[in-house]
């Protein structure tokens, strides 16, 4: 039975069903056309009337694979092993990721924002690229249709290969906006906390179950694959990528990364279609293996200044946990994460076989002889993005190369490099020359069969990730059935009850949370300073309500006069200081390194380390990366202030803090001072007011140590978890891993039970 779809500047989309079998869906201007054989229907994505193995959706996804590879050129397989850069729905002009439209910008074409751009057409045609990263998309409607026309591009080529879409996390929450809005990202996802959120539940169940519904929404926006989740063990507070995993503690993240993974790559029922794969299931990219979160000095290493991660507590194996026990040891019938990204990161002097130190995806030891041989992987590995290209700018320049450790090599050295470790694929890489000229490496010393088998190798694990979710048989959308996945009231709900489960209250003095409804609140305004965000691009002065004022007026009364109100409510973010790195410490002849801190107050750095661990011997780096002495003053220490000046303007009423957390923080600054601190990391302003209304009693624990002061921060060891001296509040309270308060006490469940440390 076959019918047809097509919308205004959409291709023709034909439709056939098999009995007991997958709906074929293909481009009818694709020149594929349908085979029967025995009674059922097949794409000849070859389009040459033969039904291949391939092509057979009979077989097992690994012979249909193995097949496939063998019919692939070395052009075609070195174009599947790209990773293409961000790719932006529509490409606009004013955005990170511009392109043109028939050699026009988006905005002086005519183009649909689900068009594709020449740059998409000429890496898809031209490159045989098949990986695309999406970043932003105008709604569920634009992603299905810019999918389809991207699709059957792909099919119209060779060997018919669709491409396999994919995105970073896109579930995280827009604050001010209500739960129920549904309309605060560019696709209109459903809203979940951050994945440091997650880990606070200490609830697999929640993570799991957001891997459900986040994979349901993917789907019909056409992504296939989530380069999630971040299993990186943040064991340094300072690292600035804490926020996206799941907190310190190697048993919590190991739990939540099996549970995320399964969610995401686990079809059931009709949707499955083998081993627990099928049309519901979404590839999970893990990272960043074998960890990033020992980075020196808390220093991260998408920035030159923090390629190495160190190991001073010799706890190199504790990071791999989340990896080898949680990722690649799924509980659903998938068995393991399809794919694994490594870090930037140099992993310092942990090379056992070869006594390298370069990045980790250029590690033959850690690649080959530890992921794949020791501990049996056998899916894809995707390097992180850009390290194959040259490092240009500061030390603390974010979009640049980052070929660490490697940085003599050439491109294409760089490339063979990566393939000689063990790597199949290369991310943020839409051209395909530099992949060719490594084969031609590798031909040269190991011989054209040798390379050859190489190649395939590594083709055979990439379509499998393709294969298995359906997409030969059906890679098309159809728009209305996306915009009713898309936001569903029910994922809507979950995910707002995810939101709930994850904030932590902190400090609650004489029990004065919840507040009655209705009482009068006094709100400061925020301000910040000009700064500069985290690509290096600047950022204007800002004096303005951190809150939506309109939510905050269905729960109380607000007031702009601190006399009438009945308390203060003061809403406040982790200590921000920047990178490590600064280039006016390096232009005025010191080494550049500066402290990284977590209070708001000016820091000098009396206990950092005299000689840094790690350093770079080239005469064009710094081998000695010690910033001690020095001294960093944080950008939003205005907030601080608001705080204390709160404090004095309420005379005596009580004052809220409602902290949102990226880091842990030293919160001695102002804790004595205030009667309660409510955490969160990352939820709609709905939720903080459904808390402190006392319409949602609090559960939420802390996913992580809150220091006493920044003397342990620099005394603990980047590679340890939990072994700082942490805050001890006006009530007696530790803020210590798996801390949290309800109404009523100090929480003690089956989850601290699980998980808190013992002392």
């Given at each position: 039975m076959s019918t047809q779809e097509k919308n205004a500047g959409q291709p023709l989309i034909e439709y056939v069903r098999n009995e007991g079998g997958p709906t074929l869906g293909y481009s009818a201007l694709s020149g594929v056309r349908i085979i029967e054989q025995d009674g059922s229907f097949f794409k000849n994505l070859s389009k040459d009337g033969v039904l291949k193995p391939y092509e057979d959706w009979r077989l097992s996804a690994e012979e249909r694979a193995k097949d496939l590879a063998m019919r692939m050129s070395i052009e075609e397989i070195a174009g599947l092993m790209l990773y293409s850069r961000h790719q932006a729905i529509p490409a606009a002009s004013d955005g990170w990721f511009a392109g043109t439209y028939g050699g026009k910008s988006y905005e002086e074409s005519s183009a649909k924002p689900w068009d594709l751009t020449d740059e998409q057409i000429a890496f898809l045609t031209e490159d045989h690229l098949r990986h695309v990263l999406i970043t932003t998309v105008e709604n569920p409607e634009t992603a299905a249709r810019w999918n389809n026309k991207l699709q059957a591009v792909a099919e119209g080529t060779s060997l018919g290969i669709p491409a396999n879409n994919s995105s970073d996390p896109r579930h995280g929450s827009d604050a001010s906006s209500e739960f129920n809005a549904g309309a605060g990202t560019a696709s209109r996802v459903s809203f979940w906390p951050e994945t440091l959120g997650l880990a606070a539940t200490f609830d697999p169940e929640v993570t799991r179950e957001f891997g459900e519904v986040a994979s349901k929404e993917y789907r019909a926006l056409g992504m296939t694959t989530a380069l999630s989740p971040q299993i990186d063990i943040a064991t340094d507070p300072r690292w600035f990528r804490f926020n996206g995993t799941f907190g310190e503690d190697s048993r919590l993240s190991t739990d939540m990364a099996r549970a995320y993974v399964d969610g995401f790559q686990t079809s059931e029922g009709e949707q499955e279609l083998e081993d627990g794969w099928g049309m519901d299931s979404v590839n999970a990219m893990v990272k960043h293996w074998p960890g990033g979160g020992s980075g020196e000095g808390g220093r991260d290493a998408h920035f030159a200044c923090g390629k190495y991660a160190i190991y001073p507590g010799n706890n190199f194996e504790e990071h791999l946990k989340s990896f080898v026990d949680g990722a690649f040891r799924l509980e659903g019938k998938t068995s393991k994460a399809s794919a694994v990204m490594p870090y930037y990161t140099i992993s310092f002097d942990q090379d056992q076989v070869n006594g390298e130190n370069v990045g980790n995806s250029y590690s033959s030891y850690l690649i080959t002889d530890l992921l794949r041989k020791q501990y049996g992987y056998d899916g894809v590995v995707c390097t992180d993005w850009l390290i194959t290209a040259n490092e240009e700018g500061s030390k603390d320049t974010f979009l640049t190369g980052k070929s660490w450790g490697v940085e003599h090599l050439t491109v294409a050295e760089r490339h063979y490099k990566l393939l000689?470790?063990?790597?199949?694929?290369?991310?943020?890489?839409?051209?395909?020359?530099?992949?060719?000229?490594?084969?031609?490496?590798?031909?040269?010393?190991?011989?054209?069969?040798?390379?050859?088998?190489?190649?395939?190798?590594?083709?055979?694990?990439?379509?499998?990730?393709?294969?298995?979710?359906?997409?030969?048989?059906?890679?098309?959308?159809?728009?209305?059935?996306?915009?009713?996945?898309?936001?569903?009231?029910?994922?809507?709900?979950?995910?707002?009850?995810?939101?709930?489960?994850?904030?932590?209250?902190?400090?609650?003095?004489?029990?004065?949370?919840?507040?009655?409804?209705?009482?009068?609140?006094?709100?400061?305004?925020?301000?910040?300073?000009?700064?500069?965000?985290?690509?290096?691009?600047?950022?204007?002065?800002?004096?303005?309500?951190?809150?939506?004022?309109?939510?905050?007026?269905?729960?109380?009364?607000?007031?702009?006069?601190?006399?009438?109100?009945?308390?203060?409510?003061?809403?406040?973010?982790?200590?921000?200081?920047?990178?490590?790195?600064?280039?006016?410490?390096?232009?005025?002849?010191?080494?550049?390194?500066?402290?990284?801190?977590?209070?708001?107050?000016?820091?000098?750095?009396?206990?950092?380390?005299?000689?840094?661990?790690?350093?770079?011997?080239?005469?064009?780096?710094?081998?000695?990366?010690?910033?001690?002495?020095?001294?960093?003053?944080?950008?939003?220490?205005?907030?601080?202030?608001?705080?204390?000046?709160?404090?004095?303007?309420?005379?005596?009423?009580?004052?809220?803090?409602?902290?949102?957390?990226?880091?842990?923080?030293?919160?001695?600054?102002?804790?004595?001072?205030?009667?309660?601190?409510?955490?969160?990391?990352?939820?709609?302003?709905?939720?903080?007011?459904?808390?402190?209304?006392?319409?949602?009693?609090?559960?939420?624990?802390?996913?992580?140590?809150?220091?006493?002061?920044?003397?342990?921060?620099?005394?603990?060891?980047?590679?340890?978890?939990?072994?700082?001296?942490?805050?001890?509040?006006?009530?007696?309270?530790?803020?210590?891993?798996?801390?949290?308060?309800?109404?009523?006490?100090?929480?003690?469940?089956?989850?601290?039970?699980?998980?808190?440390?013992?002392?």
């Open positions: 000689m470790a063990g790597v199949d694929q290369f991310g943020g890489n839409n051209e395909v020359g530099p992949v060719l000229e490594a084969y031609q490496l590798g031909v040269s010393e190991h011989g054209e069969a040798y390379m050859r088998n190489r190649f395939e190798q590594s083709a055979v694990r990439l379509l499998l990730n393709v294969f298995r979710l359906g997409l030969f048989e059906n890679p098309y959308l159809q728009s209305e059935e996306s915009e009713k996945i898309v936001c569903h009231p029910e994922f809507v709900k979950a995910g707002y009850e995810a939101q709930l489960k994850s904030v932590v209250l902190l400090k609650n003095k004489g029990q004065m949370l919840p507040m009655q409804p209705k009482s009068k609140v006094y709100i400061p305004k925020r301000y910040l300073p000009v700064g500069k965000d985290w690509f290096g691009m600047p950022t204007p002065e800002k004096l303005e309500h951190p809150v939506n004022l309109d939510v905050v007026a269905k729960y109380f009364d607000i007031t702009d006069d601190p006399d009438e109100a009945d308390f203060g409510l003061v809403f406040i973010q982790s200590p921000k200081s920047g990178a490590g790195y600064s280039q006016e410490d390096a232009d005025n002849g010191g080494n550049g390194y500066v402290p990284i801190s977590l209070q708001y107050k000016s820091y000098t750095a009396e206990h950092a380390r005299e000689q840094s661990i790690a350093g770079d011997p080239r005469e064009t780096d710094v081998l000695n990366r010690s910033y001690k002495g020095k001294t960093v003053t944080t950008h939003n220490s205005h907030d601080l202030d608001m705080v204390l000046e709160t404090k004095e303007m309420m005379k005596g009423k009580p004052v809220v803090v409602s902290i949102l957390l990226s880091n842990p923080m030293v919160v001695a600054e102002f804790e004595a001072e205030v009667d309660a601190i409510v955490a969160n990391f990352g939820v709609q302003d709905q939720a903080i007011m459904d808390v402190l209304s006392g319409a949602y009693e609090p559960s939420g624990l802390l996913p992580m140590q809150m220091p006493a002061d920044m003397r342990t921060v620099e005394e603990q060891l980047e590679d340890v978890a939990h072994d700082m001296e942490c805050h001890v509040d006006s009530e007696g309270h530790i803020y210590d891993f798996a801390f949290g308060l309800n109404w009523s006490s100090v929480i003690e469940d089956s989850r601290t039970a699980k998980y808190r440390k013992t002392r």
